[in-house]
Each structure stands twice: as structure tokens, then as C-alpha cells.
């Protein structure tokens, strides 16, 4: 069972939910979702992840949610190295 953790996302909160409903009905998986948290300290201040997944199954696994986007539309190698 995944235990979801919200926090802020509203600027995303269509996808922010699916992600959650999913987990939520994952019974194969045990571990932790957070939504939105500033997890990460920065020089500038906390750096917001859009979720973490922490499972026994899968370790550690960040997510950057896309809210209202094809994927076409958009350069996931330059989002992953700003």
C-alpha cells in the first residue's frame, strides 16, 4: 500500500491527483508518495519536487509532473538539466 503524503501543487493539480489515485490503488507496491514538497535545500532555499516515491520495491523515484502539455511539445532533456 502507498501512503500519499499532499502538499502544494496547485499549479498542477489535475495531474498531481491521477498520479495519486494511482498509487493509492497500487496494493503490490509499500512505500510513501509526497506531493510538493520543498524537499530539497538549495542556497536560494527549498527546491520543490513535484513528487517522490519511496518503496521498498523501487528506492527512490522523482516525478516532474506536465500539467496541460503533450509531451511533444516539450524538451524533457533541458527540463531535466536546468
Known sequence: MVNVI??????????????ADYFEKQRDIDGTLYL?????????????IDALLVSKQHGVVIFHIVEGTNLDD?????????
Do not use: W
Request: aromatic share 8%.
Open 36 to 48: 510538493g514538497y520543498p524537499i530539497i535545500g538549495t542556497a536560494q532555499g527549498g527546491y520543490q
Open 74 to 82: 516539450i524538451d524533457i532533456e533541458e527540463i531535466q538539466y536546468k
Open 6 to 19: 499532499r502538499g502544494d501543487l496547485k499549479n498542477k493539480p489535475v495531474s498531481s491527483k491521477r498520479l
